[in-house]
C-alpha cells in the first residue's frame, strides 16, 4: 500500500488561509487520482476534494468550491490542499488518500485504497 503522510494543519482564524500538503515517501502515486477528505467529532468522514493522476481534472465539494484548491506535484510525490476564506465549519482532520484504481477520478471514500494518518485543522470563530 502506498504510505501518505500530511502536514500543514494548525490553528486558524476564521477567514485565514492553510495550506496541506501529501507526500508518499519512498513510492510514487504518479498514476493515481488523489483526494482530500476530512471528519469532524461526531461526523462522518466526508470528501473534499479530488485531483486526477495528470492533474487536469480537479472535484470538488459543493460546500469547499470555490475557497478551496487542490493541486499536485509528481515530480514531488506530493499533493496539496491551499484552503481559503476558512470557516469554522471547516475544523476537522483532513486526511490524504490514493485512488484504489489507476487513472480514475472519484469522490466516494471506496474509490480510495490508500490513507495517511491526518492533520488537525482548527478554525477559531
Known amino acids: 500500500q502506498v504510505q501518505l503522510v500530511e502536514s500543514g494543519g494548525g490553528l486558524v482564524q476564521a477567514g485565514g488561509s492553510l495550506r496541506l500538503s501529501c507526500a508518499s515517501p519512498g513510492r510514487t502515486f504518479s498514476s493515481y487520482a488523489m483526494g482530500w477528505f476530512r471528519q469532524a467529532p461526531g461526523k462522518e468522514r466526508e470528501f473534499v476534494a479530488s485531483i486526477i493522476w495528470s492533474g487536469i481534472r480537479t472535484y470538488y465539494a459543493d460546500s469547499v468550491k470555490g475557497r478551496f484548491t487542490i493541486s499536485r506535484d509528481n515530480a514531488k510525490n506530493t499533493v496539496y490542499l491551499q484552503m481559503n476564506s476558512l470557516k469554522p465549519e471547516d475544523m476537522a482532520v483532513y486526511y490524504c488518500?490514493?485512488?484504489?484504481?489507476?487513472?480514475?477520478?472519484?469522490?466516494?471514500?471506496?474509490?480510495?485504497?490508500?490513507w495517511g494518518l491526518g492533520t488537525q485543522v482548527t478554525v477559531s470563530s
Open positions: 488518500a490514493a485512488g484504489r484504481v489507476p487513472y480514475i477520478l472519484g469522490s466516494s471514500i471506496s474509490e480510495f485504497g490508500s
